[in-house]
């Protein structure tokens, strides 16, 4: 099994902020890593894939970076829809796992 | 547009089984392109992927549930299913149903439901 720990698992941030999450993994993945963003009730979305792909329809202001063991997201000016939870996800082995989240709140 | 809803009791009883269906629309699980998985969120927690199925019946599915899980497919109503067997309160989640790129390469969740909670108490 695959251990993946995220941090930090709570980031408070004003918007307009450049804020930046960050994702470990316990082995190399190359770049088999997605992120994913929760609001509260709602079911995750897709926002990237192999590790710095966005997903279509995902604003440019989403970037995300690594390979190998050490993954990075970034929102580089953050705005008021973007305050919620993100999560890694890798897809290099099974079973698929998750890391632990990161909730993104307003300073 | 793909959608997925999932369906099935929202209480389920101690050691009893616990079986959700997912309803596929705006695509057809038998193209073979896709892997269907359920992923399920205690509440307040974080994620975690059970298993997944392709339309042929080929599954896959975690090993911390693999003893309690069959997943199946109904290619004929556009539905695959979960059924979860002995369930504790630890079972209580949020579960979701999505599609799965699948083939090794590929195997994140583009479509999601909006997911159902499930109660496991007496």
């Known amino acids: 099994v695959i251990w993946m720990t995220q941090s930090p698992s709570l980031l408070s941030a004003s918007t307009g902020d450049r804020v930046t999450i960050s994702c470990r993994m316990s082995q190399g993945i190359s770049s088999y890593l997605a992120w994913y963003q929760q609001k509260p009730g709602k079911a995750p979305e897709l926002l990237i894939y192999a590790a710095s792909t966005l997903q279509n329809g995902v604003p440019s202001r989403f970037s995300g970076s690594g390979s190998g063991t050490d993954f990075t997201l970034t929102i580089s000016c953050l705005q008021s829809e973007d305050f919620a939870t993100y999560y890694c996800?890798?897809?290099?082995?099974?079973?698929?796992?998750f890391g632990g989240g990161t909730k993104v709140e307003i300073k | 547009q793909v959608q997925l809803q999932e369906s099935g009791p929202g209480l389920v009883k101690p050691s009893q089984t616990l079986s959700l269906t997912c309803t596929v629309s705006?695509?057809?699980?038998?193209?073979?392109?896709?892997?269907w998985s359920w992923i399920r969120q205690p509440p307040g927690k974080g994620l975690e992927w059970i298993g997944y199925i392709y339309y042929s019946g080929s599954t896959y599915y975690n090993p911390s549930l693999k003893s309690r899980v069959t997943i199946s497919v109904d290619t004929s109503k556009n539905q695959f299913s979960l059924k979860l067997s002995s369930v504790t309160a630890a079972d209580t989640a949020v579960y979701y149903c999505?599609?799965?790129?699948?083939?090794?390469?590929?195997?994140?969740?583009?479509?999601w439901g909006q997911g159902t909670l499930v109660t496991v108490s007496s």
């Open positions: 999505a599609r799965d790129g699948g083939d090794g390469y590929n195997d994140y969740f583009d479509y």
């Open positions: 996800q890798q897809y290099y082995s099974f079973p698929l796992t």
């Open positions: 705006g695509g057809s699980i038998s193209s073979g392109d896709y892997y």
